[in-house]
């Protein structure tokens, strides 16, 4: 799959979804492979509210421990293109932060729907891919900060 040939069709969830945890480690590719790191957090307690939300690409904000919300781009799923063999949350914050937090609390809010997640042809097109859902994120989110 090319970056170019990828559908979205944006869709607001009828309800924002929350979804809380500690931000443990995953495979360490977000920033190191993909200029894009994303906070991970446990899926175990929240098997409940992912059997109602399909795997995807999602929009929405996030807050770190009790910080503002930010805007935000959200990957529930597989990771088609690493195979990976565990489901996955994570959040990629389009904010600039001056140190990692692992450990801290993260709420993720889960506001609408972006696409499915693919298999690309290449790395770079899954850059180009994120590259191309942040810039739709940041027209379709309408920031609360509180
Ligand atoms: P991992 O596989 O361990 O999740 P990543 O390469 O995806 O590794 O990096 C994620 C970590 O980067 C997060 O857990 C967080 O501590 C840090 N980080 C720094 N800036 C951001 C950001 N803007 N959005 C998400 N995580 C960020
Ligand atoms: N992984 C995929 O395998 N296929 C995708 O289409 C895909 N799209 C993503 C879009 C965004 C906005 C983000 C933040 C992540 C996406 N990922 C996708 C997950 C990515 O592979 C994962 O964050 C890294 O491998 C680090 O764990
Ligand atoms: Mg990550």
Not at 3 to 23: H, M, T
Not at 95 to 124: A, M, N, P, W
Request: charge should be negative; charged fraction near 25%; hydrophobic fraction near 35%.
């Amino acid at each position: 799959m090319l970056a170019s040939e990828v559908k979205r069709e944006p869709r607001q969830l009828d309800k924002e979804l929350q979804l809380e945890g500690i931000v443990i480690r995953g495979f360490g590719r977000g920033g190191k492979q993909l200029d894009c790191p994303t906070a991970n957090i446990p899926i175990e307690a929240h098997e409940a509210t992912l059997q109602t939300l399909s795997t995807g690409i999602y929009y929405g904000e996030a807050r770190v421990d009790s910080s503002v919300r930010y805007p935000a781009v959200i990957s529930i799923g597989w990771n088609p293109h690493f195979q990976n063999d565990k489901k996955t949350i994570e959040a990629h914050i389009l904010q600039k932060f001056r140190e990692d937090f692992y450990g801290s609390k993260l709420t993720i809010y889960v506001q609408g729907f972006l696409r499915d997640e693919h298999k690309f042809h290449s790395i770079e097109d899954l850059k180009q891919a994120i590259h191309d859902d942040i810039a739709t994120a940041r027209n379709l989110i309408v920031p609360v900060h509180y």
